[in-house]
């Protein structure tokens, strides 16, 4: 009686060891591992196996294998169990129907299960879930002299042991599903955020690429400011949900804000109806001449005042519908000769108000219209100006403030856009991507060890010296990962080869241009630094950039 409670003594405080080191650890294949040497260990088995049913139910995969004499398996290497095989059907009949134990001596001729000894016989126990249901078998291998005192003594262990790593692996498997199921889910927005707007490509796919980049190499770094810095397995996947999902609130963007490529640009380009009105122009130069000369011909100075005045109006439309690509920043003198050009008249005849919808007629006047009424060649009308269709947040805490309107059309105010194709209320409305991204995961119920996605994906706007968007945040406030997604998002949109509004960058101009934003204390000047350092930046620009913007970076007047 003494040595039998000594035995189950030490059998108790054995598999309260196991239960208790289980539940501490997260990777299946490790807990895998540890079922498996706790059977080899209770039993006097050559041989211990676990396998899984698999997605279609039509197999048992070898998820686990070690033998006595050869040590852990490579299952890659070893055949699944085929549940159809009619020479099996007994069996799965017992151990699936029946949820019983198999006793399997017969298996010598079968090259379904490798073991230790020939001569070993087998026993699987089923692992069942909390339905009832059978997922996978528990095996061990067991020499002929031995087998008795398996059946007997220890199957009742081996059955408990097996129900205790059914219901784990069933909850960590649960738990791999939804991680995986959420990350398909934040690729798809992701991706969907990336073909809403054909102009961002694959900027929220590349984004986190770059950022997990860099991250590792602050971690992998073991001098400087990076020397302390190392991230958890749970930081990591807060990190990569969060740079996945950067750009979230994009969706709330309307496209043809995010894809306007010039000034006069709404849902269509404007610049198609001033041309129309410079036609116009040109037509009434020759009316008014062919008025005159209706009974006579035209003499040779009529002709060419008609030439001149076509031709100093084919040079003031070219002069708008280059100020109108916004690919230059915009002078003085051409804003002054843009004015000039708005103070041309021409008269319209057919009310601009026929055809419009009912949401745009709310713009205008009554009075707004005369016919035959001379009017400004070009205009900025109250009917240019559009009211919030619903009011923006406008928190305390937000940096970024909203204009009173949502959008001001108004040909001349953005036509005179100093830089850039996008006015002040566009460019709220691009920026604050940031305050929906921020409120949009807020939102979420993210569990205590992601409760920084937020502020992670929310901040890669900001500024080192606090002047960014949308928090003010300075650098102290911003964690590591936060400041290396702000370099790969400026990265990533400065040599992308698809957006409308310019040239991709080659990396020397890149760079260049990122050094400057460092001066400008915009950016992590030692994350930019071990960025160039750890060569992070070539290898991206060999997966992603083209062959002819990888050009030579001169590292020495960045690094000194």
Known sequence: MSDSLTVMKSTIKRFLSLTNTIAKEQDLERILELVCAETADATFANSTYLYLLSSDEKYLDPKFIKLATQGVIDVTTQPRLPLEDPRLKDDVDTFFIHKQPIYAKEYQDRAYVLKDNETDNLLFIPLIDRNQRVIGALGLGVDEDYHSQV?????????????????????QTMLADQRALLDSFIQVMAGAIDTKSPYTGNHCQRVPVLTEMLTQAAQDCDQGVFAEFSMSQEQWQELHIAAWLHDCGKVTTPEHIIDKSTKLETIYNRIHEVRTRFEVLKRDVEIAVYRVKLDGQLAPEDVEKIRVAHKELDEEFALIADINLGSESLDDQKVASLEAIANRTWQPTINPTLGLSWEELARYSDKDFVPGKPVSLLVDNPSHLVAWEKEPLREARFFLKAGEYQ?????????????GTLNREERYIINSHMIETLKMLESLPFPKNMKNVPLLAGSHHEKMNGTGYPLGLKAAELPLPARAMAIADVFEA??????????????SESIRIMSFMVKNQHLDPALFQLFLRSGVYQTYAKRFLRPEQIDEVDLDQYLS
């Open 407 to 419: 959008n001001n059309q108004g040909e001349i105010y953005n036509l005179s856009i100093r830089k």
């Open 151 to 171: 059946l007997i003594e220890d199957k009742e262990y081996l059955e408990t042991l097996a129900a205790y790593a059914s219901v784990t692996i069933e909850t």
């Open 494 to 507: 400065l040599t992308s080869c698809d957006r409308p509004y310019k040239q991709p960058k080659t990396l």
